[in-house]
């Protein structure tokens, strides 16, 4: 099913800058994680759900990664990224997660994800979670700040994407599925302000 079916429309939100996800900075779980973990996180790495790649900067400044890929719908979100100075070998790409092209398959170490999984409809996260496999070489990491209940000040309960999740929802579509191994999950110590408690940082292993 196409995700216009089911979604906003991203770009257009970009567009009129109604866009109150973005914090104008990198996630701070994603600083925390990088903080503990210096050189963790190395290799080819995708971000799909960019938005103005804030987080796709944060990767491409770590000495080992040798490349990140922000991948959005929205082409708009997408040029703005691209007039963020330049850190490190990160590009961007106006594409759909749900359609990537070949080049894309099997190629990433590491899938960064940030408000992308509870951005989509939840009748396409089974789509998700094949592309974000699909994209990862066998033994990838995905590493993600999953936003567990997004009904907050921001977003409210039939106000549109984002939408929940929970912990047994996460360990159904990744683990059980046979796709991949959660090897960390935690809540942060770090977040933007009004999200604390409501995330969880996991890192899964694709099988
Ligand atoms: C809530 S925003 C978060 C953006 C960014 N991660 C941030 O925190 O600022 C969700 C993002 O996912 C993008 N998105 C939604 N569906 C997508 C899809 N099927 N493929 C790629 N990007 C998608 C939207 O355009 C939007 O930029």
Redesign the pocket.
């Known amino acids: 099913m196409p ?1 216009s079916e089911h ?1 906003p429309n ?2 257009n ?2 567009l009129e800058k109604t ?1 109150p ?3 104008g900075a990198p ?1 701070p779980p994603l600083l925390e994680w990088i903080g503990a973990n210096p050189s963790q996180i190395g290799g080819h790495v995708l ?6 790649g ?2 796709v900067r944060a990767l491409a400044a770590l000495a080992d990664v040798t490349s990140v890929v922000g ?4 082409p708009t ?1 997408v040029a703005l990224a691209a007039e963020f100075s330049k850190v490190g070998e990160e590009s961007y790409l106006a ?4 359609a990537l092209d070949d080049a894309h398959l099997g190629t990433y170490d590491w899938v960064w994800e ?3 999984f ?3 409809d939840p009748s ?1 996260r089974e789509d998700y979670v094949r592309a974000v496999h699909g994209a990862l070489k066998p033994g990838g990491h995905l590493l993600g700040v999953f936003y567990l209940d997004p009904y907050d000040a921001e977003h409210q309960p039939g106000g549109g ?2 939408h929940g999740s929970t912990l047994e929802e996460l360990s159904t579509r990744f683990e059980e599925s046979g796709l991949f191994l959660i090897e960390h999950s935690a809540v942060p110590g770090k977040a933007y302000p009004g999200r604390e408690g409501l995330e969880r940082t996991v890192r899964m292993r694709r099988i």
């Open positions: 995700p979604s991203w770009d939100l970009y866009t996800w973005d914090k996630a971000v799909p759900g960019c938005g103005l804030h987080d991948l959005d719908l929205s979100a594409e759909d997660l749900f940030h408000t992308c509870c951005a989509i396409m994407p984002p």
